[in-house]
């Protein structure tokens, strides 16, 4: 039942809840449940159950480091290419560099660079459009990084997104 309303139930909230509610048994032992959340992730008709549902996955940590290499980049990408607005696209990767394990300079760093006060908190910057070099300096600067760590946080952020962000990125319509 709870499969079946995550995918068919005309309200969204009730998608999301139902992932919720799948998400949160066992230990992730069940495969069917965790395709569920990619499917939902960048299927979903509704944005809050897509940012739900990658909420989830990006939650699962132990779950995730089950998984092949950069899957849940490739999914954060699909669901940057569905999601409609601006600002939900700068939350969906703040989020996601805000909810890794990481606690060193550059994983703290990462999460702010899409925000436009560099808090990581709204408003939100597009990650389609150009982050300037005025801005990153900035982020380098509230996490005291050298230039060095500076690029390296730039070129990590690029690999994950798969574009520069310093040249944005133009929306595909495929």
Request: hydrophobic letters at 35%; proline letters at 5%; a negative charge.
């Amino acid at each position: 039942l709870l499969h079946q309303r995550a995918i068919d139930d005309p309200d969204s909230s009730l998608r999301a809840q139902a992932l919720e509610l799948l998400a949160g048994k066992g230990e992730w032992a069940d495969a069917a449940t965790r395709e569920l959340l990619h499917q939902r992730a960048i299927d979903d008709p509704d944005g809050y159950p897509r940012v739900r549902a990658l909420q989830l996955l990006a939650g699962k940590t132990e779950w995730a480091k089950h998984e092949k290499p950069f899957s849940l980049h490739d999914k954060i990408r699909e669901l940057l290419q569905t999601t409609e607005a601006p600002q939900n696209r700068g939350w969906i990767i703040c989020y996601h560099f805000g909810s890794l394990d990481d606690s060193d300079l550059l994983s703290e760093a990462k999460k702010w660079v899409f925000s436009r006060d560099i808090d990581g908190i709204a408003p939100y910057l597009d990650p389609f459009e150009p982050v300037s070099d005025e801005h990153l300096a900035r982020v380098a600067q509230r996490a005291n990084l050298s230039d060095e760590q500076r690029n390296q946080m730039v070129e990590e952020i690029n690999t994950t997104l798969g574009w520069d962000i310093r040249q944005g990125r133009e929306r595909e319509d495929d």
